[in-house]
């Protein structure tokens, strides 16, 4: 089965630092494009960052480009999300999301920003 287990959120204050992980098993992780998509309370779900399968490229919405970077260690199957300077308006509850698999989701890691 195919199973994402995110962690590394928690309350920060604006301007502070996390670093989300996303372990993934049940599929071959080197071989897949991956995503964090971040949903607020009574929000759809917004994408936030991908990286393809070889780490030679990122991508990242608009409202976090420069204050987060995605990166991946395949031979721990692991995904990152290192989110700098965050902002009342990055609270949400963020999830990673392999490419192919995109049905499945994790429980998701909350990320609170307040002062």
């Known amino acids: 089965d195919v199973q994402l287990v995110e962690s590394g959120g928690g309350v920060v204050q604006p301007g502070g630092s996390l670093r989300l992980s996303c372990v993934a098993s049940?599929?071959?992780?080197?071989?897949?494009?991956m995503s964090w998509v971040r949903q607020a309370p009574g929000m759809a779900p917004e994408w936030v960052s991908g990286i393809n399968r070889r780490s030679t490229s990122s991508y990242y919405a608009d409202s976090v480009k420069g204050r987060f970077t995605i990166s991946r260690d395949n031979a721990k199957n692991t995904l990152y999300l290192q989110m700098d300077n965050l902002k009342f308006e990055d609270t949400a509850l963020y999830h990673c999301?392999?490419?192919?698999?995109?049905?499945?989701w994790g429980q998701g890691t909350q990320v609170t920003v307040s002062s």
């Open positions: 049940g599929f071959i992780f080197s071989e897949e494009r």
């Open positions: 999301k392999a490419i192919n698999f995109n049905e499945y």
